[in-house]
């Protein structure tokens, strides 16, 4: 780090810095190192759930106010707000302890579409890290925080009941999409927040506060100048709670119910298969690699279908099924 002063303080500013964590190792030192360097001086709030690899000490050693909880008391929403509610600043900014902020600008380009005195929210653009796995790569590049071009999100401004006219009138998807907010790295209001705090949420509180704002006639920016690094290495297992998580959220938010049943799992995954066999021969990777995540490709091309078709379905299954409710509650565990 150079000698230049930390832009991290524990003392308020207009902007504040909010990063739930639980060991975050080498990775959250790198962040802390990357908001010392920002441009623009922030507050800096930690809430620790019990890390035993330093990290609470990492955060306090670079300015940060440090607060702990057991990490039973962890909830992706109800945490987000005990922190939030910690800071001063007029916008609060959020990251997951591995979202690495590229560039000394990340976060005052996270703050410019807040001129605009409608919006509401706003998120940062996302790249893979450079050592992500070549399939899970793909799909985070395909995902709405990679996009090149600045949106703004609304239904019809500061008109709830058209609001929620328009929403009602879209097909699941197109709901989906048009609500997308992701806390690995994004903003709020703080004046927004204080209408509309994060729901208490195990699961997705990010896309449930953007559902929120937009059916309240708010605004959300996705805002591409501002940009982070964040992956993890590919794990069958992590990926299918993750997925089965998900389509839980988008079932119950939006609808949303992708794959109806085993035959499209079935065939959904033949199709994946041929997706990303193309896809490893179009990179620079050498025999043996690609022979390799051919092979991985198969079972996770399924593990993707039956994570959707499982996590959607879950909503009533778990109602008819003692299995069915201890499965749910094994998958959510730790996600």
Same mark, same amino acid.
């Given at each position: 780090?150079?000698?230049?002063?930390?832009?991290?303080?524990?003392?308020?500013?207009?902007?504040?810095?909010?990063?739930?964590?639980?060991?975050?190792?080498?990775?959250?030192?790198?962040?802390?190192?990357?908001?010392?360097?920002?441009?623009?001086?922030?507050?800096?709030?930690?809430?620790?759930?019990?890390?035993?690899?330093?990290?609470?000490?990492?955060?306090?050693?670079?300015?940060?106010?440090?607060?702990?909880?057991?990490? &039973?008391? %962890?909830?992706?929403?109800?945490?987000?707000? #005990?922190? @939030?509610? /910690?800071?001063? *600043? +007029?916008?609060?900014?959020?990251?997951?302890?591995?979202?690495?902020?590229?560039?000394?600008?990340?976060?005052?380009?996270?703050?410019?579409?807040?001129?605009?005195?409608?919006?509401?929210?706003?998120?940062?653009?996302?790249?893979?890290?450079?050592?992500?796995?070549?399939?899970?790569?793909?799909?985070?590049?395909?995902?709405?925080?990679?996009?090149?071009?600045?949106?703004?999100?609304?239904?019809?401004?500061?008109?709830?009941?058209?609001?929620?006219?328009?929403?009602?009138?879209?097909?699941?998807?197109?709901?989906?999409?048009?609500?997308?907010?992701?806390?690995?790295?994004?903003?709020?209001?703080?004046?927004?927040?204080?209408?509309?705090?994060?729901?208490? &949420?195990? %699961?997705?509180?990010?896309?449930?506060?953007? #559902?929120? @704002?937009? /059916?309240?006639? *708010? +605004?959300?920016?996705?805002?591409?100048?501002?940009?982070?690094?964040?992956?993890?290495?590919?794990?069958?297992?992590?990926?299918?709670?993750?997925?089965?998580?998900?389509?839980?959220?988008?079932?119950?938010?939006?609808?949303?119910?992708?794959?109806?049943?085993?035959?499209?799992?079935?065939?959904?995954?033949?199709?994946?298969?041929?997706?990303?066999?193309?896809?490893?021969?179009?990179?620079?990777?050498?025999?043996?690699?690609?022979?390799?995540?051919?092979?991985?490709?198969?079972?996770?091309?399924?593990?993707?279908?039956?994570?959707?078709?499982?996590?959607?379905?879950?909503?009533?299954?778990?109602?008819?099924?003692?299995?069915?409710?201890?499965?749910?509650? &094994?998958?959510?565990?730790?996600?």
């Amino acid at each position: 780090m150079s000698a230049r002063a930390s832009a991290s303080t524990s003392a308020a500013r207009p902007l504040s810095v909010v990063i739930p964590t639980w060991n975050g190792g080498a990775r959250f030192r790198e962040l802390l190192e990357a908001l010392a360097s920002q441009a623009v001086e922030h507050e800096l709030v930690v809430i620790d759930s019990g890390s035993r690899d330093g990290t609470a000490e990492a955060a306090r050693a670079a300015g940060a106010r440090v607060e702990t909880i057991a990490q &039973r008391e %962890f909830n992706h929403g109800a945490t987000r707000n #005990r922190g @939030i509610a /910690l800071t001063h *600043g +007029a916008v609060v900014a959020l990251l997951t302890q591995d979202a690495l902020p590229i560039g000394r600008d990340y976060l005052g380009n996270l703050q410019k579409p807040f001129a605009n005195a409608r919006v509401d929210g706003a998120y940062a653009r996302q790249f893979p890290r450079p050592d992500c796995d070549p399939l899970l790569a793909e799909r985070l590049r395909r995902w709405s925080a990679s996009r090149a071009e600045p949106t703004l999100q609304v239904f019809v401004p500061l008109d709830a009941a058209a609001s929620a006219k328009l929403y009602e009138s879209l097909p699941p998807l197109e709901r989906y999409f048009s609500c997308v907010f992701d806390n690995v790295a994004s903003a709020v209001r703080r004046t927004s927040w204080e209408r509309h705090p994060f729901p208490e &949420r195990r %699961f997705g509180e990010d896309v449930a506060w953007g #559902r929120a @704002i937009l /059916l309240a006639g *708010g +605004a959300i920016a996705y805002e591409p100048s501002a940009q982070v690094e964040h992956s993890h290495r590919i794990d069958l297992g992590r990926e299918f709670k993750r997925l089965y998580c998900d389509h839980r959220n988008l079932y119950e938010l939006f609808g949303l119910f992708q794959v109806r049943n085993w035959r499209a799992v079935w065939h959904g995954a033949k199709g994946q298969q041929q997706f990303y066999r193309e896809l490893l021969e179009a990179q620079a990777l050498t025999s043996a690699e690609k022979r390799r995540w051919r092979w991985y490709a198969i079972p996770y091309s399924y593990a993707e279908g039956a994570a959707q078709f499982l996590g959607a379905r879950s909503h009533w299954k778990t109602k008819e099924s003692r299995f069915w409710a201890w499965f749910d509650r &094994r998958v959510q565990r730790g996600v």
